[in-house]
């Protein structure tokens, strides 16, 4: 009989074996005392202590276990950094003071671009990239999750589409009261990501089930749905070349029938909104502008807008402001009065470290366009700028 | 006026830098057609040609790029294949034949396991990891999207823990016809993930969402709500030694109330299940045997069992089964006709290529217990166990 008992043990060793050629062992001990002042980055995994953050150096140390390589570098924010190995294999650094937010990040094994495995996995340039939260103070409350409100659900959704003759996957925001009122109907905001990321980045690297929480529970923002999709990131042979038409089909002929009739929604365009950030900005207008009888809010948060567009077009000759103005988008701003009288808002927004489109908004409002225009202070191309966007705009959304 | 443009051209490289930092360039090119028989894995990210698999002969081409590494290799199932450089930088190499189903692997860039970024992160051996599916003919289909069913969600929802002071993650699978039946209750399925994996498991490497659309559409299986939590894997300092008698106080104290309060549920032991998989199967029966007051139905899958303890005690001597069956779980099995009575559903699984429970399954059935045993032909300690498993065992659940 001691036959089971050893056979039960084999099972044991089996599956810990089955466990380990991913490599638990490699993943080190995790028990080290973290340096004065450092604490595990928001965005590790369970029981990793590094990458750990410095909130008042705003400085990140990295820690990578890699015995047998002969160098090992992070590259964080287009600076890379010699690792330092120690008796054990394990490679250390600390990076210089860095913006507060969400920043990407690769480990360079022999040169070589990896994840690091201490962090959660986030689609980004097309691919699962490491990422390090440097935190804000209680200013950064918005986007952190609250104990003390109701919360919303993330649905995760699989449908079919004609269009592309595939599965897609959305996710779907419902608020905290959904649930509780089983006959209301909710408006709709489509939130689109931008380029190499896909439709868990507002989620995940964006906490945007946080910040609507809040608005929502502050009676800030109205309750509202809140669609993320993976635009054409799922379908294009290319989407490095992709048009920014082909998405507008997905979404107007695909997406939205999907949704309107599987969510109790206010199905018309007094309550649908679009916005999206980066390439989904540029996505949003190209959607928007020619299907304004479908959508009468929008907004586009570091995006490709007036001047610049998808395709190749970039190193065109610009033509001035003013005609810019009158013929972009074939012309939908010409008539500002008919703009502002079908437009309930046109949002647009930017961090003061990137480049700015306010030249643009300035040539807009002075041909009497109405804009809101919001900068998110010492910020750059990245998600603290957006979940401030989001915070800044859904709030103005239905009202 | 050229400077709106130029700025904005600047706009759109510095993105792209900024997305470049992570190695979209390093990614390589993915035009290259695949050999004849090969076809990317399901498991890819858009547009990754590899991993490829060949579905007659079950091997799977590997190719990373990696023009600075001295050496690389991949590491699947136990084996380790030396990968070899062509003149691009990639390096490619082809596997043996595998079983079919979901396997986990790691590249090694000179000697350091890593994720190939090629893709999807599945979270396995406790952080992200590789993995390639060898499809199986139709006989697959049940875990597969089926367009002409209807189909649930799977909701993403974060909640309070008293028990842990923090908030925690958790999946709940709503079927289709949920929404379109705002006063019904549904009973609910607890469904546990195993040791190194995590609450999303089951919808990712399992497709139980597919598995339970099917099942429902066919009517095989009752409508049922299906909740999928982290467990103590995000509340253990050390998941490897945990006890198994913690996550049961929080599934009993903290997720049971917050699920009966936040879903429409059949709140008796009739209406409640609860399985689990490998290590989630001993936690199965350590919290449903003490608590036969809130649960008729349990399913262990490829589980520990009978003889086999965490903690520890897995070298200790084995008392004889017979003594086993009467003393295992506070002698739960003592007195056969009583635990029959309250017990709907004892269910137990394995692959026919790990070590069977069946020697215990045989011993409990000799003692007069009801035991529904189920056999996977020719799978080892992995996720195609685990979909069978949940195939067969859903279907018997609130009957």
Chains 1, 2 share one sequence.
Request: hydrophobic letters at 40%; charged letters at 20%; one cysteine or more.
């Amino acid at each position: 009989m001691k036959k089971i008992t050893l056979l039960m043990v084999a099972l044991v060793m089996c599956a810990i074996a089955s466990a380990q050629f991913a490599g638990i062992q490699q993943r080190g001990p995790q028990e080290e005392a973290l340096p004065e002042g450092f604490k595990p980055s928001a965005t590790n995994i369970f029981l990793a202590q590094y990458p750990a953050v410095n909130a008042t150096t705003r400085q990140v140390m990295f820690r990578v276990n890699a015995p047998t390589a002969q160098k090992v570098q992070i590259d964080l924010c287009n600076k890379k950094y010699d690792m330092v190995k120690d008796e054990k294999g394990a490679w250390t650094c600390t990076s210089d003071p860095q913006v507060v937010g969400f920043h990407y990040y690769a480990v360079l094994i022999d040169g070589v671009p990896v994840m690091d495995r201490n962090t959660d996995a986030y689609f980004g340039s097309n691919w699962k990239s490491s990422g390090v939260e440097i935190p804000e103070g209680p200013e950064g409350d918005y986007y952190r999750f609250n104990k003390n409100i109701p919360h919303g659900q993330i649905r995760s959704l699989y449908y079919w589409s004609e269009l592309n003759g595939l599965e897609r996957h959305v996710n779907v925001y419902v608020p905290a009261e959904y649930e509780q009122n089983p006959t209301k109907k909710y408006p709709v905001l489509y939130l689109l990501h931008g380029w190499g990321e896909d439709e868990n980045g507002w989620s995940n690297q964006g906490h945007m089930g946080n910040i609507m929480d809040g608005l929502i529970a502050a009676q800030k923002a109205v309750p509202m749905i809140v669609v993320m999709e993976s635009g054409d990131i799922k379908t294009n042979p290319d989407v490095r070349k992709a048009a920014t038409n082909d998405v507008t089909q997905i979404y107007v002929k695909d997406l939205m029938p999907f949704i309107e009739k599987t969510f109790r929604t206010q199905a018309d365009r007094d309550h649908r909104a679009m916005a999206g950030l980066s390439r989904g900005g540029g996505q949003t207008t190209s959607t928007v502008f020619p299907n304004m009888d479908k959508f009468a809010w929008m907004g586009t948060f570091s995006g490709f807008f007036m001047g610049m567009r998808m395709g190749g077009n970039n190193a065109a000759p610009a033509p001035d402001m003013k005609t810019q103005v009158e013929t972009s988008f074939n012309g939908v701003f010409k008539d500002a009065k008919a703009f502002n009288d079908k437009m309930h808002l046109l949002f647009i927004s930017t961090g003061t470290a990137e480049n700015s489109p306010k030249a643009a908004v300035d040539a807009l409002k002075e041909h009497g366009i109405k804009v809101v225009f919001h900068e998110s202070q010492g910020t750059a191309h990245e998600w603290l700028t957006w979940r401030r966007a989001l915070n800044e705009f859904a709030p103005r959304l239905f009202k």
